[in-house]
């Protein structure tokens, strides 16, 4: 299945592994380019730009497919180098980044001039064009019903990837709520180029998440999600907990930002992945959780995704136009 992003990525097949906060580590994006997809190394799980540089050299050890890393903008408590962990990424001589959050323009010149692929990630058509005009190679736009930062304007996917392709002139991602052949096989009719996912990549084997974060998304419906820090205009779509929850109830108290801190803290979701406290901390997790009913490999689960779209191509779309799509 060859498509604009197969042949700009030189992947196999048209699925991207987003970036994922304490996931995105050498051994899932490993997995996940070797089974042909493309994976993320997520350059703010490691703790210094130093750490980073060692993480890439490690995975190199482990695929010698593309891969990319992200570089995540958004409002921390603690501020980030971001120059010297987007430096390193130059140095090590990455050629794809997915940039997400504010808009990456500050970069843009050392990323193109070294020859990088920016896909930039945003939730909104107004800021997929935005990152078009600022020189950006690919959009992968989130739809309303992905884990983690959703925007503030909640708009589905269904609606968010025809009105990016629309328009923009360069390759759209659809990204949010994919986790099977069903979902590639439509972001394609709505005219993406290939998917990203998030979720679905952590819950399968060489994920490093703890195995009940994994088996709480085979165990959770659709419904078990919660839209916290929409006070702040932050919003973040994560696991329904009770500490969810009582974030939500402080936020509709008026609660500031120096109050839900602590309770939000980035260490204390780390944990969560790593020892497996379902309700120890925050943890990121999107609508798809409703669909996902297995750890499989990440070989697996690229096949699987493959298989099935071009079944569903073959075998239900082909006949509904009456045409055969075997070429004799
Ligand atoms: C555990 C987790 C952590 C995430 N952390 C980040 C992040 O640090 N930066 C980022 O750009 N996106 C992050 N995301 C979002 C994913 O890259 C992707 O856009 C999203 O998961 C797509 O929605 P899906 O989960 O329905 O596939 C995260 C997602 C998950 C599940």
Known sequence: ?????????????????????????????????????????????????????????????????????????????????????????????????????????????????????????????????????????????????????????????LILIPSAVSKLSIPVIASGGFSDGRGLVAALALGAEGINMGTRFMCTQESPAHLNIKQAIVDNAETDTALILRSLRNSSRVARTQLAQSIIDMEKAGATIQEIGPKVAGAKGRKVYEEGDVEGGIWTVGMVQGLINDIPTCAELVRRIVDEAESIIEQRLMKLTGRSSVTV
């Not at 994976?39 to 482990?62: N, S, V």
């Not at 903008?73 to 430096?87: G, H, I």
């Open 1 to 157: 299945m060859q498509t604009a992003l197969t042949k700009k990525l030189g992947i196999e097949h048209p699925i991207i592994q987003g970036g994922m906060q304490w996931i995105g580590r050498a051994e899932l994006v490993a997995a996940v380019s070797n089974a042909g997809a493309l994976g993320t190394l997520t350059a703010l799980t490691q703790p210094t730009p130093e750490a980073l540089r060692d993480e890439i050299e490690r995975l190199r050890t482990m695929t010698d497919r593309p891969f990319a890393v992200n570089l995540t903008f958004l409002p921390t408590l603690k501020p980030v180098p971001y120059e010297a962990y987007r430096d390193v990424i130059v140095d090590c001589g990455v050629k794809i980044v997915e940039t997400a959050g504010n808009n990456p323009s500050a970069h843009m010149p050392a990323l193109k001039a070294a020859g990088i692929t920016v896909i930039h990630k945003c939730t909104t058509a107004r800021h997929a064009l935005k990152a078009q005009q600022i020189g950006v190679d690919m959009v992968s736009i989130d739809g309303f019903e992905c884990a983690g930062h959703t925007g503030e304007e909640d708009i589905p996917g």
